[in-house]
């Protein structure tokens, strides 16, 4: 998402005769080289050295109009800034659970000397407010959006090669969540769709549940003994981490994707499913709702119930077409031209 920032601000620079000047704490400098998002020449990296990312953030922020800070952890820097050039506008932008919780007393003083909060989500947005006694003016919604860069395959060649590698014949519905598996990151949900998948398969033996990313020793026992003990072994599947070319084709080869999430800032997966014209069924208590436009690109459904997914997933199974994602509507409110419109007026005010 920052490389898609990092792009937009570019261009906005271009049109403007403004400079812009990007720089990473942990990413190393020669990483720009094949870059396709900005040029390398106004990148920098500092791989991991952390006080030399703040000098040198610093040092060019004497002399900045506009600061965009991309993550909480890295406030400080901005915060020095606005002490040494104080007509600099400090912009944080604000993903969700790292900036939910509860905050040191310096991270606050922080926090209140930005400018403006760039919040992913509605949800997000709300829950800073609530949390940290942050007025609402001082923040804005800006969504996140789709690469510009994504490889509009051709489903069904994606569907012949993907198909075969899991065994899955073209009868079989195929389920899917793109996630990184770990007893943390269960708030994904995908626990509930497994659970889900019992009455499902008892119904439908061509039902099948595709659970792909980077999976913990320890998660991977759990999963695998919730599979044995539901007999769900020839419909669940563990695909391991998926290479970032490969992803296109796990998408359009899926009928649908789930992840009833509780804990999402945004969901970018979401909109990137849709983009590849899979229908979405997700949580309504987070984030999630902003990437589905709150139930007009997918299904909203209580994240916790098992019950309550598997009558979504019968609901699309039994008509697909009606709950295919508006890809107008989705490029309209997720694009990146759209992003652009929107951050260039944040920019202008």
């Not at 989500?121 to 829950?127: E, K, M, V």
């Not at 439908?204 to 695998?224: Q, R, T, V």
């Not at 649908?256 to 309504?284: C, D, H, Q, R």
Request: charged content about 20%.
């Amino acid at each position: 998402m920052c490389r898609i920032v990092g792009k937009a601000l570019y261009e906005y620079g271009l049109e403007k005769n403004a400079a812009i000047n990007i720089m990473s704490m942990h990413d190393h400098v020669h990483e720009a080289d094949g870059n396709i998002y900005f040029p390398a020449e106004i990148f920098t990296g500092f791989g991991a050295a952390k006080a030399l990312f703040v000098m040198h953030a610093v040092n060019e922020g004497k002399s900045a109009d506009i600061v965009f800070i991309s993550h909480i952890n890295l406030l400080v820097a901005g915060w020095l800034i606005k002490k040494i050039n104080p007509s600099a506008k400090i912009m944080l932008m604000a993903h969700g659970i790292e900036i939910w919780g509860e905050l040191s007393k310096h991270k606050k003083t922080m926090l209140y000397s930005c400018d403006k909060i760039l919040s992913v989500s509605n949800f997000t947005l709300n829950t800073i407010a609530e949390k940290h006694n942050i007025s609402k003016n001082k923040m804005v919604v800006l969504n996140n959006c789709l690469d510009p860069f994504l490889n509009n395959q051709i489903k069904t060649l994606a569907n012949n090669n993907i198909r075969n590698k899991y065994q899955f014949s073209a009868q079989d519905i195929v389920l899917l969540t793109l996630t990184r598996l770990s007893a943390r990151d269960r708030y994904k949900g995908y626990d509930i769709v497994m659970a889900a998948m019992v009455n499902l398969v008892a119904q439908n033996k061509n039902i099948k549940y595709l659970l792909a990313g980077g999976c913990s020793k320890d998660e991977k026992i759990f999963i695998e003994e919730l599979i044995k003990q539901h007999s769900l072994e020839h419909h669940i599947f563990l695909a391991g981490y998926i290479p970032e070319e490969d992803l296109a084709a796990h998408f359009a080869m899926a009928d649908l994707y789930v992840m009833p999430s509780t804990k999402e800032g945004f969901g970018i997966v979401f909109i990137e499913a849709m983009y590849y014209g899979v229908p979405v069924i997700a949580g309504n208590t987070d984030g999630s709702t902003d990437a589905l436009l709150n139930g007009k690109l997918g299904l909203l459904i209580p994240p916790n119930d098992p019950k309550e997914m598997e009558h979504a997933i019968k609901k699309i199974i039994e008509n697909k077409s009606a709950y295919q994602p508006n890809h107008h509507l989705l490029m309209e409110n997720f694009g990146y031209e759209a992003y652009k419109i929107k951050l260039e007026k944040i920019l202008s005010n």
